[in-house]
T-cell receptor, first 114, second 112 residues
Framework: ETGVTQSPTHLIKTRGQQVTLRCSSQ?????VSWYQQALGQGPQFIFQ???????GRGNFPPRFSGLQFPNYSSELNVNALELDDSALYLC?????????????FGQGTRLTVV | AQSVTQLDSHVSVSEGTPVLLRCNYS??????LFWYVQHPNKGLQLLLKYTSAATLVKGINGFEAEFKKSETSFHLTKPSAHMSDAAEYFCVVNPYNNDMRFGAGTRLTVKP
């Protein structure tokens, strides 16, 4: 176990709805990254938060947004859900934003959009 | 742009035989490289990482990888496969902007 917890573990939403996924980072970690893993593919970087500020963003539309709270937990919000948003969403925390820092992953939230 | 290519989508070995999972990277400067493993219904776990120190990197569970700049490769090896090694393996490059780039993954099957 990494100490990174995500909730919920599974979720079913209807196209057009909005969803919020949550992540509690490992104790002592101030950096959280979110990834989308479609079935049969590697994870793709959505964005990273460092000390409550966005610190990099991948190639995802603005309807993917996030927050990081003072306790360094984080939320991923997705508006206007599309069928292609169905995926495993992974959260990873690390103790710094350094490029050589190990990221510790949660078990993910599996989102199904119908 | 920084990226990785995992050359095999699926590798099958017999228990007790060597494992080789191949990864080539593309980077305009010396990158940070990682191998992660993903077991079914579990999160990603770091096996090992290369950060410009020793080119031969030893990781957990007997895995190791060698960084070869001339070949732009970072192949993962293990001398003797165990049934518990069956999983999905990801090669990852981390550019300075922390946009970790995952390969498509290699599914390792271990036959008894």
């Amino acid at each position: 176990e990494t100490g990174v917890t995500q909730s919920p573990t599974h979720l079913i939403k209807t196209r057009g709805q909005q969803v919020t996924l949550r992540c509690s980072s490992q104790s002592g970690h101030n950096t959280v990254s979110w990834y989308q893993q479609a079935l049969g593919q590697g994870p793709q970087f959505i964005f990273q938060y460092y000390r409550e500020e966005e610190n990099g963003r991948g190639n995802f539309p603005p309807r993917f947004s996030g927050l990081q709270f003072p306790n360094y937990s984080s939320e991923l919000n997705v508006n206007a859900l599309e069928l292609d948003d169905s995926a495993l969403y992974l959260c990873a925390s690390s103790f710094s934003r350094g490029w050589d820092t190990e990221a510790f992953f949660g078990q993910g939230t599996r989102l199904t959009v119908v | 742009a920084q990226s990785v290519t995992q050359l095999d989508s699926h590798v099958s070995v017999s228990e007790g035989t060597p494992v080789l999972l191949r990864c080539n990277y593309s980077s305009s400067y010396s990158p940070s490289l990682f191998w992660y493993v993903q077991h079914p219904n579990k999160g990603l776990q770091l096996l090992l990482k290369y950060t410009s120190a020793a080119t031969l990197v030893k990781g957990i569970n007997g895995f190791e990888a060698e960084f070869k700049k001339s070949e732009t490769s970072f192949h993962l090896t293990k001398p003797s496969a165990h049934m518990s090694d069956a999983a999905e393996y990801f090669c990852v490059v981390n550019p300075y902007n922390n946009d970790m780039r995952f390969g498509a993954g290699t599914r390792l099957t271990v036959k008894p």
